[in-house]
């Protein structure tokens, strides 16, 4: 953000302090903005601070500064369907009647306005939704006269959501789709999908593993910016690589593992050095040498943040030329490591 931007926001803040509710024209009347371009670049910085949740628009088009009597926050629906709690990033929670969720979906982003007590938590409503987290939806296809509808799969999504008869792709009553989401929900109004892929029968067991997939939003591939670092990665470790580096090569080292895993972060080697004491070596992949901070790969790592088995199936971290081959110890591959050292006595308590 620009110092000009920066400037913008602590003035319109500061404007819409002491609980102002003012609108656009009233905002620029106030800082004096007369200018088209600057005018511009007001709004610019009001939408950036609606998406940040620190001022607020209400349906008079008034902006206000989001004070105590607002929280930020996911929303989560009971199981049950009747109620919904809002929970901020600092621990505070809200209880939301159904009546009053504004057609948020479970998992939702919104702002919430305190207006009341229930039980021992403060009681609110929903003044606007800050962001959607998902787009689609997993579940199972049931069809009517003229138009069918999908019930999710998540007993927290509390709607079913209709499906035009043309939007319905060759999908068949009790198989389990995937549907992406065109319209969301209004007072007294279901929201709208349409279907996208066809995973199966539900009693075919072959539909659990994507239908779970999807529900989760588990992808086995990357997005292309991730796998074009991917491709400047070397297929082995060269010589280059190793400098500076104390090689352990010639130690007998080994894995935990059980014979079947497929990739093997760690691995651990043993020597004795008198009597009473070993010295103990931890050895780890080594994968921060080929993700870098900040990188494609590293920011899909992180929003994935772990890798997933099921059952026959991976759905990695890290892309397999990394999980698999370049941060895999195998037998008999250079591998690059980091490796902690430490001596223990025959108790294995560490005593240096």
Not at 55 to 72: H, Q, S
Not at 181 to 192: A, K, Q, V
Not at 259 to 277: G, L, Q, R, Y
Request: charged share 35%; proline share 3%.
């Amino acid at each position: 953000m620009s110092q000009f931007s920066s400037d913008f926001k602590e003035k319109i803040i500061s404007t819409l302090s002491d609980g102002k509710k003012l609108t656009l024209k009233e905002i620029c009347k106030t800082l004096q903005i007369k200018d088209r371009v600057k005018k511009k670049e007001l709004r610019k910085v009001i939408k950036l601070l609606l998406d940040e949740g620190e001022i607020f628009r209400d349906n008079r088009g008034r902006y206000t500064k989001i004070g105590e009597d607002f929280v930020l926050g996911t929303i989560e629906f009971t199981r049950r369907g009747n109620m919904a709690f809002v929970s901020s990033e600092n621990g505070k929670e809200v209880a939301i009647f159904v009546e009053n969720s504004a057609g948020a979906i479970h998992g939702d982003k919104v702002l919430v306005e305190i207006t009341g007590k229930w039980r021992h938590l403060p009681l609110g409503r929903i003044v606007k939704i800050v962001e959607r987290t998902r787009d689609k939806i997993v579940g199972v296809f049931q069809l009517k006269r003229s138009f069918g509808f999908v019930i999710p799969d998540d007993s927290k999504i509390i709607y079913d959501f209709y499906v035009p008869i043309e939007k319905i792709d060759g999908a068949k009553p009790g198989q389990k789709v995937i549907a992406k989401i065109t319209r969301w929900p209004s007072r007294g109004r279901n929201p709208e999908a349409e279907i996208v892929s066809v995973l199966g029968d539900i009693k075919d067991p072959k539909t659990d593993i994507p239908s779970i997939m999807a529900k989760y939003g588990l992808d086995e591939n990357f997005p292309e910016d991730v796998m074009k670092e991917i491709r400047r990665l070397p297929e082995t470790v060269n010589e280059d690589e190793m400098k500076d580096r104390k090689d352990f090569r010639s130690t007998l080292v080994f894995t935990i593992d059980g014979e079947n895993a497929k990739d093997f972060d760690d691995a651990v080697s043993i020597k004795k050095i008198s009597k009473d004491k070993f010295l103990l070596s931890v050895h780890i992949a080594d994968v921060s040498h080929y993700v870098q901070e900040g990188s494609a790969i590293d920011r899909e790592a992180f929003h994935r943040g772990t890798s997933v088995y099921l059952l026959d199936k991976v759905v990695p971290m890290l892309p397999f030329k990394l999980s698999n081959n370049l941060c895999s110890l195998v037998e008999g591959k250079d591998r690059l490591t980091f490796t902690v050292q430490m001596v223990i006595d025959r108790e294995g308590n560490t005593v240096d």
